[in-house]
C-alpha cells in the first residue's frame, strides 16, 4: 500500500511538476536572501555555492553523483536548487535558511542511496550536495592503532587510499565498492569483506561532527551519546548534517590471499551452495566467502550459477588446508588462490584480474554521471535452507531474468558488540542477502520487467527468511518496504519500515529523533519518526 502511494507522489510529480520553474526561481531568490545574511559569502562565491536551476553548474552538478540510471530521466523531480558547501558556516546557513522557508532538504554525500533518496523527492525539495568535504587526515600512531578523520563526501575508495599512503597494513573495515560516499555508508552501518573479522564500519567510528536542526555544530562529547548512538546505523538523514566521522583503523598482514569459484549446475553448484550455509557463517573470521547467484545469461539451464569471492587474512597455503578439512566439496587448491597486499586485494574486488598491472591510483576515481538501472533489496537468512528446497529456489530463480541474489556470510566476530550497542540490529544472523538487479536498457518495459523479477524472487524467499518483521539493512534503501509523507499517521508509517531496519533499536532511535529534531525536519521517505505530541 505505501509502495503505491510513492508511485502516485511519483507520478503525479512527473506529469505536473510541483516544483515549477517559476516556483524554483521564487525559492532561489528566498534561499539567498537568507544565505546572505547568515554567512559571510562574496557575490562572486556565491554562484558557485548556490546553484539555480539555470546555473551552468547544476546539470552538470545533480548528474554527477546520481548512482542509479532509473533518476536520471527528464520525468525525474529535481530539486529547485542545489548547495555546495565549501566550509561549514555555509551547511549552517543552509540549515537554518532551508528551515526558516519551510524547504524538504536532502543531503547527499557519495549519492549511491539505491531508491535515490537523497537527490529525489516527491514534494518540492533542495539538495545539500557535500561532494567538497572530502578531507581526510590519517594518523597512523593516534591512539595506538591509528586513526582518521574523513568528511562525508569523501568516499571510501579515497580513506582506502590515504591509509594505504602512511602503511601497508593499515586497513578500515567498510564497503566494497570504492565510490560509495562516506556520509551515507558509515551512518547506515557499512559492511564488506572485513566484517566477520573486525565487525561493521560503525564498530570502528569514535567520534563526529554534525550540523544540528538548530545549525550548531557538536562533536560527540556536546551532541551526547544518544544521538551519537543513533548516527551509528540509524542513518544520518533523520538527525542533521554530518560532516566528518572519527574512525579507528584496524590491521591487516602484509599478505593476504583472494579466490574465485565459479560452478554451474553439472558442477555441483547445489552442494556447494547448501553447504556454504554451513562452514561460511562459522569459520576462521579472517575468512569472508560470498556467493553470487544467478541465472545464466548465455545459455539457459534449468538452475542458477554460483559463484564464490573470497578474501583470507592470511597465506594461500592455510586457507587451502582450512578449506580442505571444513570445506573439501569446494575443492580448493592452492591454484585457485592469489596472494597480494590488502590494497592489491580492494582492486581484485573492483574486478581487476592482474592486479599487479593496476595502480591503486584507481581508488580515487570517482566516475561522475555513470550509473546504469538498478534496484535492490535485502533479506537476513536465521537457519540454513535445506537442500530440496535449496533445489526448488535455483530452479525458480533460474526463470528470473537479470535477478541475481548476493550472500553475504555473518557470524565471526560481528557478535562482539552488544545488539543495543550502535543502531544496526542484525548482528546473529546467519547469512545476509541482497536480491539484485540491474539492466542498461532505458524505459519502462525493461524497469517494469526487472523490477518485477526481483520482486519475485523476493516473494519466494518468504519462508526461509526472518520473519516478524521481516529485516532489512537500512543501507540497501528499499521503498518497497513503506514510505512516509510524515503527514498525520508519520510515526504508524515510519515503524512500518523503522522495525524493518532497525528491529528493537526502532524505539531509542525515535527517542532520539523527538529529543533532537522534535519538528522533523531532517526528514526523508524512510527517516526515523518523532513521537506523536500526546505520546511525548
Ligand atoms: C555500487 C554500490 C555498492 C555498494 N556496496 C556496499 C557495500 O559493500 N557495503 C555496504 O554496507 N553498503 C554498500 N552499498 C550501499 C551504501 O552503503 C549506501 O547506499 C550508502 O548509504 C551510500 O552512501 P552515500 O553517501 O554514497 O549515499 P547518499 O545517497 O549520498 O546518502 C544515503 C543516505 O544517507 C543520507 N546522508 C548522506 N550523507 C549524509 C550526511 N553527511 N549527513 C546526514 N545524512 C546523510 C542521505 O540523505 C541518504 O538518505 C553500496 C551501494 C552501491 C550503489
Ligand atoms: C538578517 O538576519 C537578521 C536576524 O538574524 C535580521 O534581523 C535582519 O533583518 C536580516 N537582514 C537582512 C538584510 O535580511
Ligand atoms: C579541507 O582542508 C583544506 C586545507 O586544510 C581547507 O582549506 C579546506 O577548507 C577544508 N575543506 C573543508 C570542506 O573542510
Ligand atoms: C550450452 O548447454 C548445452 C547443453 O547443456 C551444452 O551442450 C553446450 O556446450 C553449452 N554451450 C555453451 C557455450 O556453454
Ligand atoms: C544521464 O543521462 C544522460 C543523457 O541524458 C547521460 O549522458 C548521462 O551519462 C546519464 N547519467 C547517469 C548518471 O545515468
Ligand atoms: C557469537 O557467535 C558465536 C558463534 O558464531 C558464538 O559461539 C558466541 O557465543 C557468540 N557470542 C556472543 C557474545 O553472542
Ligand atoms: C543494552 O542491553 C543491556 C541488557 O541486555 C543493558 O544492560 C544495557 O544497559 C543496554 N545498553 C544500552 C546502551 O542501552
Redesign the pocket.
Known amino acids: 500500500m505505501y509502495l503505491i502511494i510513492f508511485f502516485v507522489f511519483f507520478a503525479a510529480s512527473y506529469s505536473i511538476p510541483l516544483s515549477s520553474a517559476a516556483e524554483s526561481v521564487t525559492i532561489y531568490e528566498d534561499f539567498v ?2 544565505f546572505k ?2 554567512t559571510t559569502i562574496s557575490d562572486d562565491s556565491l554562484s558557485d555555492v548556490v546553484l539555480s536551476r539555470t546555473s551552468v553548474s547544476f546539470t552538470p552538478v545533480l548528474r554527477a553523483y546520481i548512482r542509479n540510471a532509473r533518476f536520471n530521466t527528464s520525468t525525474t523531480p529535481k530539486p529547485s536548487i542545489i548547495i555546495l558547501p565549501r566550509v561549514d558556516p555555509h551547511v549552517q546557513a543552509a540549515v537554518i535558511c532551508a528551515k526558516t522557508l519551510n524547504l524538504q532538504l536532502k543531503i547527499r554525500s557519495g549519492g549511491h542511496d539505491y531508491d535515490g533518496l537523497s537527490y529525489v523527492s516527491a514534494v518540492t525539495f533542495i539538495v545539500l550536495d557535500l561532494s567538497n568535504y572530502r578531507n581526510i587526515s590519517v594518523d597512523i600512531k593516534d591512539g595506538g592503532g591509528g586513526s582518521a578523520w574523513v568528511q562525508t563526501g569523501a568516499t571510501l575508495g579515497e580513506l582506502y587510499y590515504r591509509i594505504w599512503e602512511k602503511s601497508e597494513i593499515h586497513a578500515f573495515p567498510a564497503g566494497i565498492c570504492p565510490t560509495v560516499g562516506v556520509g551515507g555508508h558509515v551512518s547506515g552501518g557499512g559492511y564488506g569483506h572485513l566484517i566477520r573479522k573486525f565487525g561493521l564500519t560503525i564498530d570502528h567510528v569514535v567520534d563526529a561532527t554534525i550540523v544540528d536542526v538548530n545549525g550548531q555544530i557538536h562533536d560527540r562529547k556536546s551532541m551526547g551519546e544518544d544521538l551519537f548512538w543513533a548516527l551509528r546505523g540509524g542513518g544520518g538523514g533523520s538527525f542533521g548534517v554530518v560532516l566528518a566521522f572519527k574512525v579507528k583503523l584496524v590491521t591487516v598482514p602484509k599478505t593476504v590471499t583472494v579466490f574465485r569459484i565459479d560452478k554451474s549446475t553439472d558442477q555441483n553448484a547445489l552442494d556447494i551452495v547448501h553447504k556454504w550455509q554451513f562452514v561460511a557463517p562459522r569459520t576462521d573470521p579472517g575468512l569472508f566467502m560470498r556467493v553470487l547467484l544467478a541465472s545464466p545469461t548465455k545459455n539457459k539451464t534449468s538452475t542458477v550459477n554460483a559463484k564464490l569471492r573470497a578474501l583470507y587474512l592470511g597465506r594461500a597455503d592455510d586457507v587451502v588446508s582450512k578449506m580442505t578439512e571444513e570445506f573439501p566439496e569446494l575443492g580448493l587448491k592452492k591454484e585457485d588462490c592469489q596472494e597480494m597486499t590488502w590494497i592489491q586485494s580492494l582492486l581484485w574486488w573492483m574486478n581487476h584480474v592482474d592486479v599487479d598491472k593496476v595502480k591503486p591510483e584507481v581508488l580515487l576515481e570517482r566516475k561522475p554521471d555513470s550509473a546504469k538501472f538498478l534496484k535492490r533489496k535485502s533479506d537476513y537468512v536465521e537457519k540454513e535452507i535445506t537442500k530440496p528446497e535449496l533445489n526448488r529456489l535455483f530452479q525458480k530463480l533460474a526463470t528470473l531474468d537479470r535477478t541475481g541474489l548476493v550472500l553475504n556470510p555473518y557470524g565471526g566476530n560481528l557478535n562482539a558488540t552488544a545488539v543495543n550497542e550502535t543502531a544496526f540490529p542484525h548482528r546473529h544472523k546467519l547469512y545476509k542477502i541482497q536480491h539484485s538487479t540491474t539492466w542498461s536498457d532505458a524505459g519502462p518495459e525493461a524497469e517494469r520487467l526487472y523490477i518485477g523479477n526481483l520482486r519475485t524472487a523476493y516473494r519466494i524467499m518468504t519462508p526461509f527468511v526472518s520473519k516478524n518483521p521481516r529485516s532489512s539493512y537500512f543501507n540497501y534503501r528499499d521503498i518497497d518496504i513503506g514510505v512516509n509523507d510524515h503527514g498525520t499517521d508519520s510515526y504508524r508509517k515510519g515503524e512500518i519500515y523503522g522495525r524493518k531496519y532497525f528491529g528493537e533499536n526502532f524505539d531509542r532511535l525515535v527517542r532520539v529523533k523527538t529529543a533532537v529534531d522534535p519538528e522533523n525536519f531532517f526528514r526523508n521517505e524512510q527517516s526515523i519518526p518523532t513521537l506523536p505530541t500526546t505520546r511525548r
Do not use: A, L, V
Open positions: 536572501r537568507c545574511n547568515k
